[in-house]
């Protein structure tokens, strides 16, 4: 078997972007840190939302999401090419590890938050009624909704409605920022509340934006994934 040196490593996995060698270990692919993760584009048109605009939406989602994937591949490709660096040490590598939850983390929740625009924002289907089930009435839920979404206005973070997949319970969750999730907890409707999510178009009243977004809440596509939460439920069990 052919041995290769940590150099020819690092320079295999440099050219090739996802391959990783390692001294006396054949030349694999490392797919934990491919860092080929790729920026979905808008699934709605962002000139037809309701009191949010089109250079707003555009603006998130090229700088702020479209940045995110690009540097939670970077972080990924770093990664890959320490794992042969015996010597690293470790509170230099845990940093790294850090950034790839946050960038983990933020590619994921404004993934869900863009997929969850370009609706009439009207409650309907098995969501809704869990959502009664949960808080009483709609308006119980979507008034807890708001507010804990203007306790972070002026920061930063996300309001999560969650399905715990642990207690079996739908939750508004508070997170100061992308890697603040409830343990076991599935995004159904995230909303940005870092400031990058409205300032344009609000300056500094979070709550008028918090407004427009719930005018805008595709919830067919809340439905459809919260529909897929409840068959993970039964097969967990």
Same mark, same amino acid.
């Given at each position: ?7 020819? @490593?690092?320079?295999?996995?440099? /050219?090739?972007?996802? &391959? ?7 030349? =694999? +692919?490392? #797919? ?91 409650? @309907?289907?098995?969501?809704?009624? /869990?959502?009664?089930? &949960? ?7 979507? =008034? +807890?909704? #708001? ?91």
């Amino acid at each position: 078997m052919k041995t290769i040196t940590r150099r020819e @490593a690092l320079g295999t996995f440099a /050219a090739s972007g996802a &391959a990783l060698a390692v001294p006396g270990i054949p030349t =694999a +692919e490392v #797919k934990a840190f491919a860092g080929l993760h790729q920026a979905k584009p808008l699934p709605f048109n962002p000139a037809k939302l309701n009191g949010i605009s089109e250079k707003l939406i555009r603006s998130h989602h090229e700088n702020n999401y479209t940045g995110a994937v690009r540097a939670l591949n970077a972080v990924e490709q770093r990664l890959a090419s320490m794992l042969a660096d015996k010597d690293l040490p470790a509170y230099i590598y845990g940093d790294l590890k850090r950034e790839e939850l946050v960038r983990t983390g933020s590619v994921v929740l404004h993934e869900i938050y863009f997929a969850n625009l370009g609706g009439d924002g009207k409650a @309907a289907s098995d969501v809704l009624s /869990a959502i009664k089930q &949960a808080f009483g009435t709609y308006e119980q839920w979507e =008034a +807890e909704f #708001k507010r804990t979404g203007n306790a972070l206005g002026g920061g930063s973070g996300w309001v999560i409605l969650g399905m715990n997949l642990h207690t079996g319970e739908i939750h508004n969750y508070w997170a100061w920022d992308h890697m603040h999730n409830a343990p076991s907890s599935f995004p159904l409707l995230p909303m940005d509340m870092y400031e990058h999510a409205y300032q344009m178009d609000f300056g500094a009243a979070a709550g008028r934006y918090v407004d427009a977004f719930m005018q805008n809440v595709n919830w067919e596509e809340v439905n459809r994934r919260f529909a897929g939460v409840q068959k993970a439920l039964v097969a967990m069990k």
